[in-house]
């Protein structure tokens, strides 16, 4: 794969039923190119946020489940490398294994029904979900007030 243009962020997505899915659960692509029937790619300004849900199966059943909140980096920032990313991201969130995916997946859920769109939530909020599910610990629910403390550059814990 080669470098991308102009600064983006390339995030190659795949679906093949019952085996591969490689999507995005929010995000907003400055555009997206088809290249096949199963492969697309996502590209994605400086600093946007993005979630990619990653999965794979075999005959018996879903056998990886990976979940991660991205942030896209400005040239020259040094960025964590990762499969299927390029040239990489800042890894704000990052689970393994259904019952942890599952768990995000609902909370993202519940920010949507808060009428707050998932790019526009703190990043510390996201990198506070990666530390509290590391540790095993409670997972604190996204509200208006954290996010409207966000907006007002505060930080809640």
Not at 51 to 73: F, I, K
Request: net charge positive; glycine share 8%.
């Amino acid at each position: 794969m080669s470098t991308p243009i102009g600064g983006l962020t390339r995030v190659v997505l795949a679906f093949v039923p019952e085996r591969v899915n490689n999507r995005l659960r929010f995000g907003k692509p400055t555009y997206q190119i088809v290249l096949d029937r199963w492969r697309s790619s996502a590209h994605f300004l400086p600093d946007a946020v993005f979630c990619r849900v990653c999965w794979l199966a075999n005959d018996y059943g879903t056998t990886v489940w990976h979940l991660s909140v991205l942030q896209a980096g400005r040239p020259g920032q040094p960025l964590q490398r990762m499969a299927g990313v390029l040239p990489g991201a800042r890894r704000l969130l990052h689970v393994s294994s259904e019952l942890k995916v599952q768990r995000v997946l609902r909370l993202i859920d519940s920010v949507e029904a808060l009428g707050i769109a998932p790019t526009e939530v703190s990043p510390a909020y996201w990198q506070l979900l990666h530390g509290r599910l590391a540790a095993r610990e409670s997972l604190p629910e996204y509200t208006l007030e954290r996010h409207a403390a966000h907006l007002a550059g505060e930080v809640l814990h």
